[in-house]
T-cell receptor, first 114, second 110 residues
Framework: EAGVAQSPRYKIIEKRQSVAFWCNPISGHATLYWYQQILGQGPKLLIQFQNNGVVDDSQLPKDRFSAERLKGVDSTLKIQPAKLEDSAVYLC????????????FGPGTRLTVT | EDQVTQSPEALRLQEGESSSLNCSYTVSGLRGLFWYRQDPGKGPEFLFTLYSAGEEKEKERLKATLTKKESFLHITAPKPEDSATYLCAVMNSGYSTLTFGKGTMLLVSP
């Protein structure tokens, strides 16, 4: 079974530029999550989708971050404009459904903002 | 607000030297407590889910236990390949999102 796919793996941009990350979840998984992991910290949830609807985006900085899930499968997370403090690893995860199902994580995208 | 505190922040063991990692949590209602392993440059890898106090789960050299206030990850006779950061997370019964701790970085020397 293929795991969660993410691209790109690494990205370096200057502050005020825009960037987009892509995620393809495990086939059949209805729930998709985006997390931000700053060095030395645990992952922090940014947004949760159930199929193509948003379940929780309470911690998403909506003035600069946006996300969508196309046709309930792939998802894109965008940052515009980027700030220095956005430097982090952006992790995508998926699970069969919401609830206490285990979440499976992709390898992440390491973003450096200079 | 749900909170997860992991200790120690870092732990260095000799191969074969057993030890335990701690995860203390506060949550209004626990739906599940999760343990993950994270290797450098990779995403977290699922290990266990515990649902109620008194529950235990084992996988190879790892054993996770749960009380009403904390969880322990016991590592028996660790090997160098067990070196990783171990993350603990809780899921509140009111929703389906995870709150993670900062993790414990484990280094096992041969």
């Amino acid at each position: 079974e293929a795991g969660v796919a993410q691209s790109p793996r690494y990205k370096i941009i200057e502050k005020r530029q825009s960037v987009a990350f892509w995620c393809n979840p495990i086939s059949g998984h209805a729930t998709l999550y985006w997390y931000q992991q700053i060095l030395g910290q645990g992952p922090k949830l940014l947004i949760q989708f159930q199929n193509n609807g948003v379940v929780d985006d309470s911690q998403l900085p909506k003035d600069r971050f946006s996300a969508e899930r196309l046709k309930g499968v792939d998802s894109t997370l965008k940052i515009q404009p980027a700030k220095l403090e956005d430097s982090a690893v952006y992790l995508c995860a998926s699970s069969l459904s919401g609830g206490a199902y285990e979440q499976y994580f992709g390898p992440g995208t390491r973003l450096t903002v200079t | 607000e749900d909170q997860v505190t992991q200790s120690p922040e870092a732990l260095r063991l000799q191969e074969g030297e057993s030890s335990s990692l701690n995860c203390s949590y506060t949550v209004s209602g626990l739906r599940g407590l999760f343990w993950y392993r994270q290797d450098p440059g990779k995403g977290p890898e699922f290990l266990f889910t515990l649902y109620s106090a008194g529950e235990e789960k084992e996988k190879e050299r790892l054993k996770a236990t749960l009380t009403k206030k904390e969880s322990f990850l016991h590592i028996t006779a660790p090997k160098p390949e067990d070196s990783a950061t171990y993350l603990c997370a809780v899921m509140n019964s009111g929703y389906s999102t995870l709150t993670f701790g900062k993790g414990t970085m484990l280094l096992v020397s041969p």
